[in-house]
């Protein structure tokens, strides 16, 4: 049974930090690249950073050179680091494996709200 559990979400002021944790079971976590989406009040899930098996990372253009995903392997984690948040990156967060499209594993979500 695949199960992915996030963490680390809160409320933050603007231009504060959040750092996302997503620890997965029950899948061979190294073989699969990883995602974070995010879904905000009335809008369409968006796909936010990805992360390789090797470790290649791509970032949605809203949050490159503020959001960095990392993976630790040995710890079946994958971590979503947010700085310099703005009120439009207010969201649930979802961790996600990346081998198929959509993706077939989903976290429950973490709420993210960032106050102006």
């Known amino acids: 049974q695949v199960q992915l559990v996030e963490s680390g979400g809160g409320l933050v002021q603007t231009g504060g930090s959040l750092r996302l944790s997503c620890a997965a079971s029950?899948?061979?976590?190294?073989?699969?690249?990883m995602s974070w989406y995010r879904r905000a009040p009335g809008k369409q899930r968006e796909l936010v950073a990805t992360?390789?098996?090797?470790?290649?990372?791509n970032y949605a253009d809203a949050v490159k050179g503020r959001f960095t995903i990392s993976r630790d392997n040995a710890k079946n984690t994958v971590v979503l680091q947010m700085n310099d948040l703005k009120p439009e990156d207010t969201a649930v967060y979802y961790c996600?494996?990346?081998?198929?499209?959509?993706?077939?594993?989903w976290g429950q979500g973490t709420q993210v709200t960032v106050s102006s």
């Open positions: 029950g899948i061979m976590f190294s073989s699969y690249p």
């Open positions: 992360i390789t098996i090797g470790g290649s990372t």
């Open positions: 996600a494996t990346a081998r198929f499209m959509p993706p077939v594993h």
